[in-house]
């Protein structure tokens, strides 16, 4: 029957399976919770990765359901979050979730038609946005089934709002990035696309923190979101009135929001049919491989510390500097701390009282600064979750072909993250500290104290996973685990750290001192644990492992 189907459409029913089996296995191949039984089967564990990543994002959005009692205002914040979601995810994996340069050199010299090919990268793009949409949207659907009674038929309208609204949030991308690519080189727009998934991402988390505060405010169960005519120029209204339309109450507005939405969603798959193929993806091929004009400027200077300048640790100086400057993904994972820093200050502040010194108040300084701590410890979780793979993992070849030691390498990479990124985070930490604290010795010992401990976090993660840097493929959601379990862990672990260090260690001097030379102490036998472990674990590593 299906096949059928596919005759009818012109596409190669057999090709077409054995190209969507071959990307999702390329995409979602390994992961963090992959088996390691040795099976010809694969689960694509990097789905469900994904899936448990945004269920918790879904989780959020049900308590507004519940709150609000207005079903346009709640509908509205559940289709805003799914496209916002779909889309920074999209923005970073374009290349290889919709069109993949690399295809056209695999596939051109094939007797591979462009709707064949159209329709294998189509149902790629839905599996990856479908379970997206699916983990945020599960639970709050659920929740409209059942609230003010028994309502399927609301269930079935949100989950067709959902789908839609991802499927038009994905579209849109496609037509944004085919456009732009005529004036802009790909190599510029990836970065552009860049730094709006960080803005994006930006504006996730801080839905977060503005929905708990409207939570704590009581202001959730007062909105009353109206029909104006001006909403039909916001596409999350479009889908959110599909509900809406089950309350009779703005029949006309809400069937033009309708009608506009499904109908721009149409003309933009449309346009993705008449644009995803095998002709385009070469050109983006050609178009990647040519180079990006730059303007004639000064060399750059590299600026070395003298710990930096020889051996190993030159080497692993220059490729991380290089890389960051260089790979929009690594550049972006490290800068995506900042808007979380900024987030997590804004909330913490939100009382207007500042923030409170430690050593003299400790119990609101907690309950002012615990998100701060969470994102300081979250830091070298998410450096050492983006410092070890890499869309340019190939050219790691190096390090098994050079009379390097690779355990010196590794070694070498986390003094650079700990001097070139944690250092000046944890300092920027203290000039803010400066202008709340009571005293400069406070803010000096706090700053020590935090640097230390992010030293020793960062440690005890390359003695855990003691890898070459930029060696290993990309794999989509291990590092969306990684760093959710990082969060996870970070959070439990510094609300601990934090709460002794307020209430136990900095009321008595003497308890602070002997923190001090605790921490030190701990810092050099680490040092030369992870040194051995390392060097051990390194001399069993070989290229692509």
Not at 230 to 257: K, N, Q, Y
Not at 434 to 459: K, R
Request: charged share 15%; aromatic share 12%.
């Amino acid at each position: 029957m299906t096949d059928r189907i596919l005759r009818r459409l012109d596409i190669e029913p057999e090709q077409f399976r054995a190209l969507l089996r071959t990307s999702l296995r390329i995409d979602f191949r390994t992961g963090l919770f992959a088996t390691r039984r040795k099976s010809n089967k694969r689960r694509f564990p990097g789905l469900w990765q994904i899936a448990v990543f945004y269920g918790f994002l879904g989780l959020m959005l049900s308590f507004i359901i519940l709150t609000a009692g207005n079903i346009f205002f709640s509908g509205t914040v559940v289709m805003s979050v799914v496209m916002i979601a779909v889309a920074s995810s999209i923005l970073v994996e374009f290349q290889s979730v919709v069109i993949a340069p690399e295809d056209y050199h695999m596939l051109a010299h094939r007797p591979v038609s462009s709707r064949t090919y159209f329709a294998s990268r189509l149902a790629n793009m839905l599996v990856y946005v479908g379970v997206i949409a699916a983990a945020v949207g599960a639970v709050p659907v659920a929740v409209f089934m059942f609230v003010d009674g028994f309502r399927p038929v609301l269930a079935v309208m949100a989950t067709a709002g959902i789908a839609v609204s991802a499927v038009f949030t994905a579209m849109g991308i496609v037509f944004l990035y085919v456009n732009m690519l005529r004036w802009v080189h790909p190599h510029r727009l990836r970065r552009a696309f860049s730094y709006l998934q960080l803005v994006l991402s930006f504006m996730l988390y801080g839905s977060g923190i503005l929905f708990s505060s409207m939570f704590n405010a009581g202001v959730v169960s007062n909105v009353q979101l109206t029909h104006e005519t001006w909403m039909l120029a916001l596409p999350p209204t479009w889908f959110s009135s599909l509900m809406c339309l089950l309350e009779g109450g703005h029949i006309w507005f809400d069937f033009a929001s309708v009608l506009v939405g499904f109908a721009i969603t149409g003309i933009l798959l449309a346009y993705a049919y008449a644009t995803m193929s095998l002709e385009y993806a070469g050109m983006i091929a050609r178009l990647s491989e040519s180079g990006e004009r730059r303007g004639t400027g000064r060399p750059t200077r590299v600026v070395s510390l003298p710990m930096f300048t020889r051996n190993e640790a030159r080497a692993a100086a220059l490729l991380v500097r290089n890389q960051f400057k260089h790979d929009q993904k690594f550049r972006m994972s490290v800068l995506a701390i900042v808007p979380l820093t900024i987030l997590y200050l804004i909330a913490g502040l939100s009382g207007g009282d500042g923030m409170a010194d430690p050593f003299v108040n400790p119990a609101l300084h907690v309950e002012q600064t615990n998100l701060l701590y969470f994102a300081m410890a979250f830091f070298p979780v998410l450096l050492l979750a983006s410092l070890g793979r890499s869309d340019s993992w190939q050219a790691s070849w190096i390090f098994h072909a050079t009379p390097s030691d690779k355990g010196r390498i590794v070694l070498a990479v986390k003094d650079v993250l700990v001097v070139f990124f944690i250092l000046p985070y944890v300092l920027a930490l203290g000039v803010l500290f400066l202008f709340y604290f009571e005293s400069l010795q406070h803010v000096v010992l706090h700053v020590f104290i935090l640097s230390m401990l992010s030293h020793l976090i960062l440690q005890t993660l390359v003695m855990i996973y003691p890898h070459l840097p930029f060696s290993r493929p990309v794999r989509k959601g291990e590092r969306t685990a990684h760093i959710f379990i990082g969060i996870i862990i970070a959070a439990i672990v510094m609300t601990v750290i934090i709460n002794i260090l307020a209430y136990l260690i900095y009321p008595s001097a003497v308890a602070t001192g002997i923190t001090l030379l605790a921490l030190a102490a701990m810092t050099l036998v680490f040092e030369r644990v992870a040194a051995e472990r390392v060097r051990r674990k390194t001399r069993l590593l070989q290229f692509g492992h």
